[in-house]
């Protein structure tokens, strides 16, 4: 049986290279195939070590402390294109269209993994419910802190320090919904502290939201896929628009 630690760096690890990939092909298919094969990962991992749809349930819904440790190891493995890349791939685009690119994309993206989450529960097969709403929670949220981190880079306000700092300081922003720059106090992730509590309430509502994705039949697969959306351009609306207001005071 793997050691807890082993288990939680595959888990956020898997879902830090989903994130990314889903979000940058522009392939349906392809979309569809990656988040499926994730889904899958995550469901049978959790049988096959034993612990079945009851042990993902009390990890994934009452201990959303797990949703939180596998959300924090797996911000600093997301992959994020810098302002230089981002220029070289949208030649000639401003910043203002590089982010409308960017949080299309995304919001695409989250859709995706809705209605990846939606489909799996129409198969002729009992799922591990517990275990796809984590799946779909993991991916979104990367797919979302990505979208927050490359929209820092694409209006040149980075977040100071080393990758692994920046992607804390970006995680915090994706739980305040504003820019790093707005954040006071630094991130404390403790448990107890105000950042963690925030950050705990915003991923069970975000579960919460996955959840919707495995509805009866493929009404959940569309309203998964329609939160998603929404929920997605909401977030990287509001991020824009901080880093917008703090380019212009620049």
Do not use: C
């Not at 790093?180 to 705990?200: D, H, K, N, Q, W």
């Not at 994705?213 to 628009?241: H, Q, W």
């Amino acid at each position: 049986m793997a050691e807890p630690e082993t288990e939680a760096t595959d888990i956020s690890l898997r879902a830090a290279e989903v994130a990314a990939d889903v979000t940058e092909t522009d392939q349906p298919q392809e979309q569809r195939r990656l988040l499926r094969a994730f889904n899958k990962a995550v469901s049978s991992g959790a049988r096959a070590a034993g612990r079945g749809t009851r042990a993902v349930r009390r990890r994934a819904g009452s201990g959303s402390g797990w949703l939180v440790s596998q959300v924090v190891a797996m911000a600093p493995r997301l992959r994020v294109r810098d302002q230089a890349a981002l220029q070289a791939q949208f030649p000639g685009q401003s910043a203002e269209e590089i982010a409308d690119t960017l949080i299309e994309r995304a919001a695409r993206a989250a859709a995706a993994a809705g209605g990846a989450a939606g489909l799996a529960a129409v198969l002729p097969v009992l799922p591990a419910f517990p275990a796809e709403v984590a799946a779909e929670t993991l991916v979104v949220v990367g797919i979302e802190l990505k979208l927050v981190a490359e929209l820092h880079e694409a209006y040149g306000i980075a977040a100071p320090g080393n990758f692994a700092e920046r992607m804390s300081a970006y995680l915090a922003a994706w739980a305040h919904r504003r820019g790093v720059f707005m954040i006071e106090g630094g991130l404390i992730l403790a448990a107890g502290s105000p950042m963690a509590r925030l950050l705990r309430r915003r991923l069970i509502a975000r579960a919460g939201r996955s959840a919707v994705s495995l509805g009866p039949l493929l009404t959940g697969a569309a309203a998964g896929a329609m939160f998603n959306s929404r929920e997605t351009k909401k977030l990287g609306r509001d991020i824009r628009r901080d880093l917008r207001h703090r380019a212009i005071g620049s």
